[in-house]
Protein backbone atom coordinates (compact mmCIF):
# COMPACT_ATOMS: atom_id res chain seq x y z
CA UNK A 1 0.00 0.00 0.00
CA UNK A 2 1.01 3.88 -0.34
CA UNK A 3 0.26 6.82 0.42
CA UNK A 4 -2.76 5.93 3.03
CA UNK A 5 -5.41 5.91 0.48
CA UNK A 6 -5.70 2.21 0.61
CA UNK A 7 -4.18 1.88 -3.10
CA UNK A 8 -1.80 -0.95 -4.16
CA UNK A 9 1.75 -0.58 -4.65
CA UNK A 10 2.47 -0.32 -8.38
CA UNK A 11 4.59 -3.01 -9.93
CA UNK A 12 4.92 -1.41 -13.43
CA UNK A 13 4.31 1.28 -16.11
CA UNK A 14 0.52 -0.03 -16.05
CA UNK A 15 0.08 -0.04 -12.77
CA UNK A 16 1.48 3.07 -11.79
CA UNK A 17 -1.07 4.90 -14.82
CA UNK A 18 -3.96 3.07 -13.34
CA UNK A 19 -2.94 4.38 -9.19
CA UNK A 20 -2.24 7.64 -10.53
CA UNK A 21 -5.50 8.13 -12.75
CA UNK A 22 -7.33 6.68 -10.02
CA UNK A 23 -5.89 9.32 -7.52
CA UNK A 24 -6.20 12.14 -9.59
CA UNK A 25 -9.55 11.65 -11.81
CA UNK A 26 -11.40 8.78 -9.74
CA UNK A 27 -11.73 6.07 -12.31
CA UNK A 28 -9.28 4.79 -15.09
CA UNK A 29 -10.40 3.15 -18.81
CA UNK A 30 -9.09 -0.07 -18.82
CA UNK A 31 -9.70 -1.19 -23.02
CA UNK A 32 -9.51 -4.64 -23.63
CA UNK A 33 -9.53 -6.20 -26.96
CA UNK A 34 -8.75 -3.13 -29.32
CA UNK A 35 -6.46 -4.99 -31.26
CA UNK A 36 -7.90 -8.11 -31.70
CA UNK A 37 -7.17 -10.07 -28.56
CA UNK A 38 -10.65 -10.20 -27.44
CA UNK A 39 -13.87 -11.82 -29.21
CA UNK A 40 -15.61 -8.90 -28.53
CA UNK A 41 -13.56 -6.48 -27.36
CA UNK A 42 -14.83 -4.68 -23.95
CA UNK A 43 -13.86 -1.75 -21.79
CA UNK A 44 -14.19 -1.24 -18.29
CA UNK A 45 -13.40 1.33 -15.38
CA UNK A 46 -11.52 0.84 -12.28
CA UNK A 47 -11.59 2.77 -9.21
CA UNK A 48 -15.63 3.60 -8.71
CA UNK A 49 -15.76 1.61 -5.98
CA UNK A 50 -12.95 3.09 -4.36
CA UNK A 51 -13.58 7.11 -5.39
CA UNK A 52 -17.50 6.83 -5.46
CA UNK A 53 -18.30 3.40 -3.18
CA UNK A 54 -19.99 2.56 -6.71
CA UNK A 55 -20.11 -0.14 -8.82
CA UNK A 56 -17.57 -0.56 -11.94
CA UNK A 57 -19.14 -0.45 -15.07
CA UNK A 58 -18.25 -2.79 -18.27
CA UNK A 59 -19.34 -1.93 -22.04
CA UNK A 60 -18.62 -5.21 -24.32
CA UNK A 61 -18.07 -4.30 -28.04
CA UNK A 62 -16.01 -2.69 -30.58
CA UNK A 63 -17.36 0.88 -29.81
CA UNK A 64 -15.34 3.60 -31.20
CA UNK A 65 -15.75 6.06 -28.05
CA UNK A 66 -15.98 3.34 -25.39
CA UNK A 67 -13.53 5.51 -23.31
CA UNK A 68 -16.28 8.56 -23.72
CA UNK A 69 -19.31 6.88 -23.13
CA UNK A 70 -17.74 5.16 -19.57
CA UNK A 71 -16.92 9.03 -19.11
CA UNK A 72 -20.51 9.82 -19.19
CA UNK A 73 -21.55 6.92 -17.07
CA UNK A 74 -19.26 8.13 -14.70
CA UNK A 75 -19.79 11.87 -14.53
CA UNK A 76 -23.55 10.91 -13.39
CA UNK A 77 -21.69 8.78 -10.43
CA UNK A 78 -19.50 11.67 -9.31
CA UNK A 79 -22.87 13.97 -9.76
CA UNK A 80 -24.14 11.51 -6.85
CA UNK A 81 -26.37 9.12 -9.38
CA UNK A 82 -26.38 5.52 -7.97
CA UNK A 83 -27.24 2.92 -10.54
CA UNK A 84 -28.44 -0.48 -10.53
CA UNK A 85 -29.13 -3.63 -12.41
CA UNK A 86 -32.69 -2.58 -14.71
CA UNK A 87 -31.97 1.45 -13.81
CA UNK A 88 -31.97 3.43 -17.55
CA UNK A 89 -30.43 6.87 -18.21
CA UNK A 90 -31.05 8.87 -21.13
CA UNK A 91 -27.96 11.01 -19.99
CA UNK A 92 -24.89 8.77 -21.21
CA UNK A 93 -25.49 8.71 -25.07
CA UNK A 94 -26.98 11.92 -26.28
CA UNK A 95 -30.51 10.33 -28.37
CA UNK A 96 -30.24 6.69 -27.11
CA UNK A 97 -31.40 5.62 -23.39
CA UNK A 98 -28.57 3.15 -22.28
CA UNK A 99 -29.33 0.37 -20.01
CA UNK A 100 -27.44 -1.24 -16.62
CA UNK A 101 -27.52 -5.04 -16.13
CA UNK A 102 -25.94 -7.06 -13.87
CA UNK A 103 -22.83 -8.47 -13.92
CA UNK A 104 -22.60 -12.38 -12.64
CA UNK A 105 -18.99 -12.92 -10.20
CA UNK A 106 -17.63 -15.24 -12.49
CA UNK A 107 -17.89 -12.74 -15.78
CA UNK A 108 -16.63 -10.03 -13.29
CA UNK A 109 -13.25 -11.90 -12.17
CA UNK A 110 -12.57 -13.21 -15.55
CA UNK A 111 -12.95 -9.32 -17.37
CA UNK A 112 -12.07 -7.23 -14.52
CA UNK A 113 -9.12 -7.60 -13.65
CA UNK A 114 -7.59 -4.92 -13.23
CA UNK A 115 -10.27 -3.89 -10.91
CA UNK A 116 -9.27 -7.37 -9.15
CA UNK A 117 -5.86 -6.03 -8.53
CA UNK A 118 -6.42 -2.93 -7.29
CA UNK A 119 -9.48 -4.16 -4.94
CA UNK A 120 -6.42 -6.54 -3.23
CA UNK A 121 -9.31 -9.54 -3.97
CA UNK A 122 -11.59 -7.86 -2.08
CA UNK A 123 -15.46 -7.93 -2.97
CA UNK A 124 -16.19 -5.29 -5.40
CA UNK A 125 -19.65 -4.91 -7.63
CA UNK A 126 -20.07 -4.06 -11.18
CA UNK A 127 -22.70 -3.61 -13.90
CA UNK A 128 -22.86 -4.27 -17.35
CA UNK A 129 -23.47 -0.30 -19.71
CA UNK A 130 -25.33 -1.97 -22.38
CA UNK A 131 -26.45 0.25 -25.67
CA UNK A 132 -29.17 -0.44 -28.13
CA UNK A 133 -28.66 -0.42 -31.69
CA UNK A 134 -29.57 2.61 -33.66
CA UNK A 135 -32.82 2.06 -33.76
CA UNK A 136 -33.11 2.27 -29.80
CA UNK A 137 -33.59 -1.95 -29.22
CA UNK A 138 -31.74 -3.40 -26.39
CA UNK A 139 -29.53 -6.79 -27.61
CA UNK A 140 -32.13 -8.73 -25.48
CA UNK A 141 -35.00 -7.11 -28.08
CA UNK A 142 -36.13 -8.75 -30.91
CA UNK A 143 -34.35 -7.40 -34.29
CA UNK A 144 -31.40 -6.38 -32.17
CA UNK A 145 -29.08 -5.12 -35.21
CA UNK A 146 -26.17 -3.86 -33.54
CA UNK A 147 -22.66 -4.72 -32.08
CA UNK A 148 -22.69 -8.43 -30.30
CA UNK A 149 -22.97 -7.31 -26.59
CA UNK A 150 -23.22 -10.63 -25.08
CA UNK A 151 -24.83 -10.08 -21.77
CA UNK A 152 -22.99 -10.58 -18.86
CA UNK A 153 -25.93 -11.72 -16.45
CA UNK A 154 -24.50 -15.30 -16.32
Known amino acids: MSRGDGLPQPVDDFDAKLV???REYGWHCVLVG????SDPPYAYT???MHTYGHPELVLVGP???AHGILGA???LVGEGARLAAGDESDDVVEGYPVRFGPVCDEQRLELLTHAEWLYGGKDF???QLILPDGAGRMPDDAGYDGYPQPLLAG
Open 20 to 22: GDV
Open 34 to 37: ADGE
Open 46 to 48: VGL
Open 63 to 65: WQY
Open 73 to 75: AVE
Open 125 to 127: AAL
